[in-house]
């Protein structure tokens, strides 16, 4: 964990545990993937809450701007979160 500007420490999303909220702080991911990801919504600012895994840990369920949608771990690994 590295420490941040804001309050909390700086996670990977793949490390949050389900009913953990945060604040996206980074998206790590270049070309096609990390176009993807920012049209998700999943942009620096945005406040998300894991709300489940799969029985694998994979994928990880989110819910941000009122919509839940689920990413793989390795497409999780891009994106930082400020665990608040």
Same mark, same amino acid.
């Given at each position: 964990?590295?420490?941040?500007?804001? !309050?909390?420490?700086?996670?990977? +999303? *793949? $490390?949050?545990?389900?009913?953990?909220?945060? &604040?996206?702080?980074?998206?790590?991911?270049?070309?096609?993937?990390?176009?993807?990801?920012?049209?998700?919504? +999943?942009?620096?600012? &945005?406040?998300?809450?894991? %709300?489940?895994?799969?029985?694998?840990?994979?994928?990880? /369920?989110? *819910?941000?701007?009122? %919509? &839940?949608?689920? +990413? $793989? !771990?390795?497409? /999780?690994?891009?994106?930082? %979160?400020?665990?608040?």
């Amino acid at each position: 964990m590295e420490s941040h500007k804001g !309050n909390g420490p700086v996670v990977g +999303l *793949r $490390r949050m545990k389900p009913g953990q909220r945060g &604040t996206v702080v980074a998206v790590n991911a270049e070309g096609e993937l990390g176009r993807r990801i920012r049209d998700m919504g +999943l942009l620096p600012g &945005t406040d998300v809450e894991v %709300v489940g895994r799969a029985p694998l840990r994979d994928p990880v /369920a989110l *819910r941000l701007s009122g %919509v &839940t949608l689920a +990413l $793989r !771990n390795r497409e /999780a690994d891009f994106i930082m %979160v400020e665990v608040g």
